[in-house]
């Protein structure tokens, strides 16, 4: 299930994780004001900062903040962003270190 949130034109968000998460704060807000009677709701207006996508082992594709990137670097900045959106520290450098290690090393298939 996903929500329909329509924008400022009228057209639904795209069911997309990156509007999802966004919107389920305004959505839990306006849940909250609804069981407490309150009457007050908020609107959600956001704007895509851009779009990603890892293709293959070390490539990818990005658009961000109106930049285009292709290749290496692409697929290194898809990398960085996933790692700042872990938790937890320890997991952040536990996947950090494993990437590292797999940028030299091929996959030990024994580990499958």
Same mark, same amino acid.
């Given at each position: 299930? @996903?929500?329909?949130?329509?924008?400022?034109?009228?057209?639904?968000?795209?069911?997309?994780?990156?509007?999802?998460?966004?919107?389920? *704060? @305004?959505?839990? *807000?306006?849940?909250?004001?609804?069981?407490?009677?309150?009457?007050?709701?908020?609107?959600?207006?956001?704007?895509?900062?851009?779009?990603?996508?890892?293709?293959?082992?070390r490539? %990818?594709?990005?658009?961000m903040?109106?930049?285009?990137?292709? %290749?290496?670097?692409?697929?290194?900045?898809? *990398?960085?962003?996933?790692?700042?959106?872990?938790?937890?520290?320890?997991?952040?450098?536990?996947? %950090?270190?494993?990437?590292f290690?797999?940028?030299?090393?091929?996959?030990?298939?024994?580990?499958?």
């Open positions: 299930m @996903t929500a329909f949130i329509l924008d400022s034109t009228g057209k639904p968000y795209p069911p997309t994780a990156q509007h999802a998460i966004r919107e389920a *704060k @305004t959505v839990s *807000k306006n849940l909250i004001s609804t069981v407490r009677d309150n009457k007050q709701f908020f609107i959600f207006d956001y704007s895509s900062k851009g779009s990603m996508a890892k293709i293959g082992k490539d %990818g594709v990005a658009k903040l109106g930049i285009n990137l292709t %290749g290496f670097a692409a697929w290194f900045v898809w *990398k960085q962003y996933y790692l700042s959106t872990l938790p937890v520290l320890e997991k952040r450098i536990r996947v %950090g270190l494993d990437w290690v797999d940028l030299f090393f091929t996959r030990d298939i024994t580990k499958l």
